[in-house]
T-cell receptor, first 111, second 117 residues
Framework: GDSVTQMEGPVTLSEEAFLTINCTYT??????LFWYVQYPGEGLQLLLK?????DKGSNKGFEATYRKETTSFHLEKGSVQVSDSAVYFC??????????FGKGTSLLVTP | GAGVSQSPSNKVTEKGKDVELRCDPI?????LYWYRQRLGQGLEFLIY????????KSGLPSDRFSAERTGESVSTLTIQRTQQEDSAVYLC???????????????FGPGTRLTVL
């Protein structure tokens, strides 16, 4: 069945550092891929998405490219801020309608 | 407008008791989803409602779990005879419809943290 694997956290970075959170997936067909973010005390929010191979999703300085050849959707940001501290979830939606999530990666950015 | 709301935000119960968790979706959203997140795990799909269609219950882990939805409004997730392994954050999401369209982005509530002692 469909599954998502993302790097384990927690990840601790200094402000302005480069961020990569790895995400790989297993799915039949052509899934849509998502990154969700959960800020402390808040609900999950959609951060970005890509619906087909080679699409790049971007939002708030974050980017992720749908790589079908490596079945990956790594999240990147060139310069993180303290306000980016949150838990990040990679997810896919295959032929159905429910989202299939990774376990989440906690990011802490220190001043 | 208001987002998805859930109540209670926290619930502590004793093993063997029944609990009810409530979700108020965004007004006008016909699709509603329940997910569970156990500690250190990703979100697991539990159940899906779409309008007046029969719900997809394929993710419910046991017959102790059930959910109802009145029309296109409030949903209640009920867990009977709770067990310690039911301890988790229960998340509700809603969307305008179903399928792959961006029209159908899922919006999540803040969750209910359930602790079974």
């Amino acid at each position: 069945g469909d599954s998502v694997t993302q790097m384990e956290g927690p990840v601790t970075l200094s402000e302005e550092a480069f961020l990569t959170i790895n995400c790989t997936y297993t799915a039949t067909g052509y899934p849509s891929l998502f990154w969700y973010v959960q800020y402390p005390g808040e609900g999950l929010q959609l951060l970005l998405k890509a619906t087909k191979a080679d699409d790049k999703g971007s939002n708030k300085g974050f980017e992720a490219t749908y790589r079908k050849e490596t079945t990956s959707f790594h999240l990147e940001k060139g310069s993180v801020q303290v306000s980016d501290s949150a838990v990040y979830f990679c997810a896919l939606r295959g032929s159905g309608y429910a989202l299939n999530f990774g376990k989440g990666t906690s990011l802490l950015v220190t001043p | 407008g208001a987002g998805v709301s859930q109540s209670p935000s926290n619930k502590v119960t004793e093993k063997g008791k029944d609990v009810e968790l409530r979700c108020d979706p965004i007004s006008g959203h016909t699709a509603l989803y329940w997910y569970r997140q156990r500690l250190g795990q990703g979100l697991e799909f539990l159940i899906y409602f779409q309008g007046n269609s029969a719900p997809d219950k394929s993710g419910l882990p046991s017959d102790r779990f059930s959910a109802e939805r009145t029309g296109e409004s409030v949903s209640t997730l009920t867990i009977q005879r709770t067990q310690q392994e039911d301890s988790a954050v229960y998340l509700c999401a809603s969307s305008l419809g179903r399928g792959q369209s961006s029209y159908n982005e899922q919006f999540f509530g803040p969750g209910t943290r359930l602790t079974v002692l």
